[in-house]
Protein backbone atom coordinates (compact mmCIF):
# COMPACT_ATOMS: atom_id res chain seq x y z
CA UNK A 1 0.00 0.00 0.00
CA UNK A 2 1.34 3.67 -0.95
CA UNK A 3 2.50 6.08 1.93
CA UNK A 4 -0.12 8.96 1.34
CA UNK A 5 1.36 11.16 4.31
CA UNK A 6 2.78 14.05 2.68
CA UNK A 7 6.05 14.17 3.97
CA UNK A 8 8.77 16.92 2.57
CA UNK A 9 12.17 16.00 3.53
CA UNK A 10 14.22 18.63 3.21
CA UNK A 11 18.27 18.46 2.53
CA UNK A 12 20.96 19.79 0.68
CA UNK A 13 19.80 18.77 -2.53
CA UNK A 14 16.19 20.34 -1.76
CA UNK A 15 17.52 23.43 -0.85
CA UNK A 16 19.32 23.86 -3.69
CA UNK A 17 16.68 23.16 -6.29
CA UNK A 18 14.59 25.51 -4.89
CA UNK A 19 17.03 27.94 -4.95
CA UNK A 20 17.59 27.15 -8.55
CA UNK A 21 14.32 27.23 -9.20
CA UNK A 22 13.47 30.64 -8.57
CA UNK A 23 16.75 32.07 -8.67
CA UNK A 24 15.51 34.70 -10.32
CA UNK A 25 12.62 36.36 -7.83
CA UNK A 26 15.09 35.61 -5.33
CA UNK A 27 17.81 37.97 -6.73
CA UNK A 28 14.90 40.86 -7.40
CA UNK A 29 13.75 41.01 -3.76
CA UNK A 30 17.34 40.81 -2.68
CA UNK A 31 17.74 43.77 -4.98
CA UNK A 32 15.18 45.42 -3.77
CA UNK A 33 16.39 44.80 -0.10
CA UNK A 34 19.68 46.56 -0.99
CA UNK A 35 18.33 49.80 -2.97
CA UNK A 36 15.78 49.90 0.15
CA UNK A 37 18.42 50.12 2.53
CA UNK A 38 20.66 52.15 0.72
CA UNK A 39 17.97 54.50 0.24
CA UNK A 40 17.39 54.32 4.24
CA UNK A 41 20.87 54.90 4.54
CA UNK A 42 21.69 57.92 2.62
CA UNK A 43 18.52 60.05 2.07
CA UNK A 44 15.54 58.89 5.11
CA UNK A 45 17.40 58.28 8.17
CA UNK A 46 18.87 61.67 9.77
CA UNK A 47 22.49 61.54 10.19
CA UNK A 48 24.84 61.58 13.15
CA UNK A 49 28.62 63.21 13.27
CA UNK A 50 30.57 62.71 15.89
CA UNK A 51 33.78 64.83 17.15
CA UNK A 52 35.78 63.94 20.15
CA UNK A 53 38.46 64.98 22.04
CA UNK A 54 40.91 63.45 24.64
CA UNK A 55 42.43 64.14 28.13
CA UNK A 56 45.91 62.82 30.03
CA UNK A 57 44.91 62.50 33.32
CA UNK A 58 47.85 62.42 35.95
CA UNK A 59 47.22 61.36 39.68
CA UNK A 60 50.13 63.84 40.90
CA UNK A 61 51.29 67.65 40.71
CA UNK A 62 55.09 67.64 40.33
CA UNK A 63 57.36 66.73 37.64
CA UNK A 64 58.50 64.03 38.89
CA UNK A 65 60.90 61.79 36.34
CA UNK A 66 60.26 58.85 39.23
CA UNK A 67 57.02 56.80 38.01
CA UNK A 68 56.26 54.31 39.87
CA UNK A 69 52.96 51.52 39.35
CA UNK A 70 51.25 53.38 42.28
CA UNK A 71 50.98 56.68 40.40
CA UNK A 72 49.99 54.70 37.53
CA UNK A 73 47.08 52.57 38.98
CA UNK A 74 45.86 55.71 40.70
CA UNK A 75 46.14 57.76 37.40
CA UNK A 76 44.10 55.50 35.89
CA UNK A 77 41.36 54.99 39.37
CA UNK A 78 41.56 58.98 38.38
CA UNK A 79 40.43 58.56 34.89
CA UNK A 80 37.35 56.73 35.72
CA UNK A 81 36.44 58.87 38.46
CA UNK A 82 36.76 61.89 35.76
CA UNK A 83 34.58 60.37 33.56
CA UNK A 84 31.77 59.68 36.61
CA UNK A 85 32.20 63.37 37.15
CA UNK A 86 32.20 64.45 33.52
CA UNK A 87 29.07 62.65 33.04
CA UNK A 88 27.36 64.82 36.02
CA UNK A 89 23.83 66.61 35.22
CA UNK A 90 25.64 69.57 36.98
CA UNK A 91 28.28 69.41 34.12
CA UNK A 92 25.58 68.91 30.96
CA UNK A 93 23.27 71.54 32.86
CA UNK A 94 26.52 74.52 32.42
CA UNK A 95 27.01 73.20 28.75
CA UNK A 96 23.69 73.36 28.05
CA UNK A 97 23.48 77.14 29.62
CA UNK A 98 27.42 78.01 28.45
CA UNK A 99 26.03 77.40 24.60
CA UNK A 100 22.39 78.05 24.32
CA UNK A 101 21.93 74.84 22.61
CA UNK A 102 18.49 73.88 21.96
CA UNK A 103 18.83 70.60 23.27
CA UNK A 104 18.13 69.84 26.41
CA UNK A 105 20.21 68.23 29.33
CA UNK A 106 18.49 64.79 29.18
CA UNK A 107 19.17 65.27 25.05
CA UNK A 108 22.72 66.34 25.82
CA UNK A 109 23.81 63.78 28.32
CA UNK A 110 22.44 60.97 25.53
CA UNK A 111 24.77 63.27 22.90
CA UNK A 112 28.24 62.95 25.67
CA UNK A 113 29.84 59.64 25.69
CA UNK A 114 32.88 58.75 27.88
CA UNK A 115 35.67 56.10 26.66
CA UNK A 116 38.35 54.73 29.00
CA UNK A 117 40.91 51.97 28.20
CA UNK A 118 42.62 51.13 31.45
CA UNK A 119 45.00 54.00 30.64
CA UNK A 120 45.67 57.59 31.88
CA UNK A 121 43.32 58.61 29.11
CA UNK A 122 40.01 59.73 28.89
CA UNK A 123 38.26 60.45 25.56
CA UNK A 124 35.06 62.35 25.28
CA UNK A 125 32.40 62.22 22.11
CA UNK A 126 29.65 64.46 21.32
CA UNK A 127 27.22 63.23 18.80
CA UNK A 128 24.85 66.05 16.74
CA UNK A 129 23.37 66.37 13.64
CA UNK A 130 26.27 68.61 11.86
CA UNK A 131 29.72 67.89 12.58
CA UNK A 132 30.34 71.78 13.66
CA UNK A 133 27.77 71.77 15.67
CA UNK A 134 29.68 68.56 17.69
CA UNK A 135 33.00 70.44 17.23
CA UNK A 136 31.36 73.53 19.07
CA UNK A 137 29.71 71.73 21.56
CA UNK A 138 32.66 69.69 22.44
CA UNK A 139 34.86 72.56 22.64
CA UNK A 140 32.86 73.96 25.43
CA UNK A 141 32.80 71.12 27.29
CA UNK A 142 36.05 70.18 27.37
CA UNK A 143 36.45 73.88 28.93
CA UNK A 144 33.93 73.27 31.58
CA UNK A 145 35.39 69.97 32.41
CA UNK A 146 38.79 71.49 32.98
CA UNK A 147 37.40 74.08 35.13
CA UNK A 148 35.57 71.34 37.02
CA UNK A 149 38.53 69.05 37.70
CA UNK A 150 40.27 71.85 38.90
CA UNK A 151 37.11 72.83 41.72
CA UNK A 152 37.26 69.02 42.81
CA UNK A 153 39.86 66.91 42.08
CA UNK A 154 42.57 68.26 44.67
CA UNK A 155 45.55 66.22 43.29
CA UNK A 156 46.18 65.64 40.00
CA UNK A 157 46.44 67.30 36.11
CA UNK A 158 44.79 67.59 33.22
CA UNK A 159 45.84 67.90 29.92
CA UNK A 160 44.09 68.25 27.02
CA UNK A 161 46.08 65.58 24.07
CA UNK A 162 43.60 65.76 21.75
CA UNK A 163 41.18 68.86 21.05
CA UNK A 164 37.99 68.45 19.39
CA UNK A 165 38.14 67.28 15.81
CA UNK A 166 35.72 66.00 13.58
CA UNK A 167 35.74 63.63 10.15
CA UNK A 168 32.82 65.24 8.59
CA UNK A 169 31.98 61.71 7.96
CA UNK A 170 28.35 60.71 9.33
CA UNK A 171 28.64 57.99 12.40
CA UNK A 172 25.33 57.04 11.77
CA UNK A 173 23.72 55.11 9.35
CA UNK A 174 26.82 53.49 8.63
CA UNK A 175 25.91 52.70 4.42
CA UNK A 176 27.98 49.96 4.23
CA UNK A 177 26.61 48.04 7.66
CA UNK A 178 22.92 49.02 5.77
CA UNK A 179 23.50 47.30 2.63
CA UNK A 180 24.54 43.83 3.82
CA UNK A 181 21.91 44.04 6.50
CA UNK A 182 19.48 44.34 3.51
CA UNK A 183 20.80 42.08 1.20
CA UNK A 184 20.67 39.30 4.12
CA UNK A 185 17.64 40.32 4.58
CA UNK A 186 16.08 40.41 1.14
CA UNK A 187 17.61 37.08 0.44
CA UNK A 188 16.52 34.86 3.66
CA UNK A 189 12.92 36.63 3.22
CA UNK A 190 12.43 35.93 -0.45
CA UNK A 191 14.08 32.34 0.69
CA UNK A 192 11.50 31.76 3.04
CA UNK A 193 8.56 32.71 0.82
CA UNK A 194 9.32 30.67 -2.08
CA UNK A 195 10.72 27.59 0.61
CA UNK A 196 7.13 27.76 2.08
CA UNK A 197 5.36 28.30 -0.80
CA UNK A 198 7.08 24.76 -2.31
CA UNK A 199 6.25 22.63 0.83
CA UNK A 200 2.24 24.04 0.43
CA UNK A 201 2.60 22.52 -3.04
CA UNK A 202 1.60 19.19 -3.14
CA UNK A 203 0.70 18.90 -6.79
CA UNK A 204 2.51 16.15 -8.32
CA UNK A 205 4.41 17.90 -11.63
CA UNK A 206 7.46 15.30 -12.02
CA UNK A 207 8.04 11.46 -10.92
CA UNK A 208 10.34 12.48 -8.50
CA UNK A 209 7.43 14.66 -6.94
CA UNK A 210 5.06 11.57 -6.91
CA UNK A 211 8.49 9.42 -4.74
CA UNK A 212 8.69 12.60 -2.91
CA UNK A 213 5.77 12.92 -1.76
CA UNK A 214 3.47 9.70 -1.54
CA UNK A 215 7.04 7.39 -1.48
CA UNK A 216 5.12 5.94 -5.10
CA UNK A 217 7.63 4.09 -7.40
CA UNK A 218 7.49 4.97 -11.12
CA UNK A 219 7.84 1.75 -13.21
CA UNK A 220 6.73 3.44 -16.49
CA UNK A 221 5.44 6.36 -18.35
CA UNK A 222 2.66 6.69 -20.95
CA UNK A 223 1.72 9.49 -22.71
CA UNK A 224 -1.07 11.15 -22.97
CA UNK A 225 -1.60 12.89 -26.08
CA UNK A 226 -4.42 15.39 -25.68
CA UNK A 227 -2.83 18.44 -25.81
CA UNK A 228 -4.01 20.90 -22.92
CA UNK A 229 -1.63 23.50 -23.84
CA UNK A 230 0.41 24.03 -27.28
CA UNK A 231 3.62 22.48 -27.21
CA UNK A 232 2.72 20.43 -23.95
CA UNK A 233 2.16 16.82 -23.20
CA UNK A 234 0.56 15.12 -20.30
CA UNK A 235 1.76 12.03 -18.77
CA UNK A 236 -0.46 9.51 -16.75
Not at 58 to 80: C, H, K, L, P, Y
Not at 94 to 115: A, C, F, K, P, R
Amino acid sequence: MANTNTEFTVDISTLLRILKKYIIAIAIFTATGVIVAAVLAEVVIPKRYAASAKFYIENRQTQSEIINVGDITASRNMVNTCAELFSSRDITQELMNSTNTQHTVSELMDMISMGTSNTEFLTITITASNPNTAVYLLENFVGICIDKFNDVIETGRIRVVDSAFSTGRPVFPNTRIFVVIGFMLGFILSYLVVFIIEILDTKVKTEDDLFRIYDIPVFAEVMSFDVKIKGEYNYE
